[in-house]
C-alpha cells in the first residue's frame, strides 16, 4: 500500500530544471493569452525561473507587453532601491530585461505610512485587472507564501504583518545581519492568492523538504499556510528531488497494519 496524495506534482532531477517547467508555464499561457494577469514571487528559488524567461524574451520572442503583472509582497520600510528589495529584485532579475509595459507592473509600496490603505489600494487593483490568472509561488521553510505567515487566515486579503523570527533569521544573510530585516511587510492575503485562476507553487532544495511535505501531505492548516492550496483546484506543483524527497519516501513506505 502506498500513501495516496491528491496532487500530482512534476518532479524533477535538479532544481533548474523545476524552475524551467515552472517558466515554460508561464510562457504557454502568455502565448494564449497576450494580455494575462500573472502574480509573481520573490526569493532564490525563483531567480532561475526568471532567467528562462528573460531568454525566452531573447531568444523566442516572448512578449510580455500587453501583459499585467502583480508581485506578492513587499517589505515595509526599506526603499524600492535597497538592495534587499522585492522591487530591485524584481528590476534585476526580470523586468529590466524583458518588454514588459511598466504602467502594468505592480509591488506593493512597502514605504507607504498608510500600510492599510495601500494594502486597500492593492486589492482593489487586482480586482480592477480581473484578478489574477496565473499565480507564481514558491514557500518559506515554516509554509509560508508570499508573506502569508503561519497563522495567517484563509480568507485574507491583501495586509500588512509582521514577519515570523523564522523568515527573519532566513533573511538575515542577504540583509546583513538579523537587525536589518524589516520586522514586517504588506503581502496578498490567502484569500487574494487563491482567488487566481492557476496557480504554480514551485519549491526546490532540501532545506524545503518539511515544508513541502506538510503542504502536500498534512492538515488544511492555518499553521502551514502552503496546506491552503490543497483545496484549489488549479494547481501545477513543481519540485526537485530533495524538495519532494521527504514526501517520496513516506509514499514508498509501507502503511503500519493494525
Ligand atoms: C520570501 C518570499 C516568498 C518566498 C520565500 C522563499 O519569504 N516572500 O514569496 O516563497 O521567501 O524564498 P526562497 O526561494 O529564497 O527560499
Known amino acids: 500500500m502506498t500513501m495516496i496524495i491528491p496532487i500530482r506534482p512534476d518532479v524533477s532531477i535538479s532544481a533548474n530544471q523545476a524552475a524551467i517547467k515552472a517558466a515554460r508555464e508561464i510562457a504557454d499561457l502568455l502565448r494564449e493569452k497576450l494580455n ?18 528573460v531568454r525566452m524574451h531573447k531568444e523566442e520572442g516572448l512578449d ?14 526599506i526603499p524600492p ?19 514588459a509595459n511598466r504602467r502594468h507592473v505592480h509591488i506593493p509600496n512597502g514605504m507607504s505610512n498608510q500600510p492599510l490603505a495601500e494594502s486597500a489600494r492593492y ?22 507564501i508570499g508573506f502569508c505567515e503561519p497563522g495567517t487566515f484563509p480568507n485574507s486579503k491583501t495586509h500588512a ?21 524589516p520586522k514586517s511587510a504588506i503581502t496578498m492575503g490567502m484569500a487574494t492568492i487563491l482567488r487566481s485562476k492557476r496557480i504554480i507553487m514551485l519549491a ?15 492538515p488544511v492548516t492555518r499553521d502551514c499556510p502552503g496546506s491552503f492550496l ?4 488549479n494547481v501545477s506543483y513543481y519540485f526537485d528531488q530533495s524538495a519532494y524527497a521527504r514526501v517520496a519516501i513516506a509514499q514508498s513506505m509501507p502503511t503500519p497494519q493494525p
Do not use: C, W
Request: aromatic residues 8%; proline residues 3%.
Open 36 to 53: 494575462a494577469v500573472i502574480g509573481l514571487a520573490t526569493g532564490g528559488t525563483q531567480v532561475a525561473v526568471y532567467r528562462e524567461l
Open 64 to 77: 510580455f507587453s500587453h501583459a499585467t503583472f502583480f508581485n506578492l509582497d513587499e517589505f515595509i520600510g
Open 81 to 99: 532601491d535597497h538592495p534587499q528589495s522585492f522591487h530591485r529584485y524584481m528590476n534585476e532579475h526580470f523586468f529590466n530585461h524583458v518588454n
Open 123 to 144: 486589492e482593489r487593483m487586482i480586482k480592477e485587472a480581473g484578478g489574477i490568472d496565473l499565480q507564481l509561488l514558491g514557500i518559506g521553510r515554516n509554509g509560508h
Open 161 to 181: 504583518t509582521a514577519l515570523t523570527p523564522e523568515t527573519r533569521k532566513d533573511a538575515a544573510s542577504s540583509f546583513g545581519g538579523l537587525r536589518h530585516v
Open 204 to 218: 526546490t532544495g532540501k532545506t524545503k523538504a518539511k515544508a513541502v511535505e506538510a503542504m502536500l501531505t498534512g
Open 230 to 233: 490543497q483545496g484549489h483546484p
